[in-house]
């Protein structure tokens, strides 16, 4: 499988973003798409899960209430729309993509084998 993120850029806090995952080869629905984030100097750290085929959506403490993670099926992309940001979510985005995978996994990084590009969100005060 292979994934591209695209859809950073610069705003201001408070504002919105939405960015996308393009995913292509292998069955759709037959994965678990996650979305972690790395700020400069920080480790990398995980924002957000959706599981393709029931729609279960899973996120990082930080984000809850602010971030939100959907799909479209037709597309074979994911989506993470982003709200109320703060000069704190400023990072670059990944999204990565693995089989089935439990919700207790969901959070790490390591249980994710195929990974995209990464796209810049800087979030200015």
């Known amino acids: 499988v292979q994934l591209q993120a695209f859809g950073g850029g610069l705003v201001q806090a408070g504002g919105s973003l939405r960015l996308s995952c393009a995913v292509s080869?292998?069955?759709?629905?037959?994965?678990?798409v996650g979305w972690f984030r790395q700020a400069p100097g920080k480790e990398r750290e995980f924002v957000a899960a959706?599981?393709?085929?029931?729609?279960?959506?899973y996120y990082g403490g930080s984000v809850q209430g602010r971030f939100s993670i959907s799909k479209d099926n037709a597309k074979n992309t994911v989506y993470l729309q982003m709200n109320s940001l703060k000069p704190e979510d400023t990072a670059v985005y990944y999204c990565?993509?693995?089989?089935?995978?439990?919700?207790?996994?969901?959070?790490?990084?390591?249980?994710?084998?195929?990974w995209g590009q990464g796209t810049l969100v800087t979030v200015s005060s």
């Open positions: 990565a993509a693995v089989g089935r995978l439990i919700i207790s996994a969901m959070d790490n990084e390591r249980s994710y084998h195929n």
């Open positions: 959706i599981r393709l085929r029931e729609r279960n959506t």
């Open positions: 080869g292998g069955t759709f629905s037959s994965y678990t």
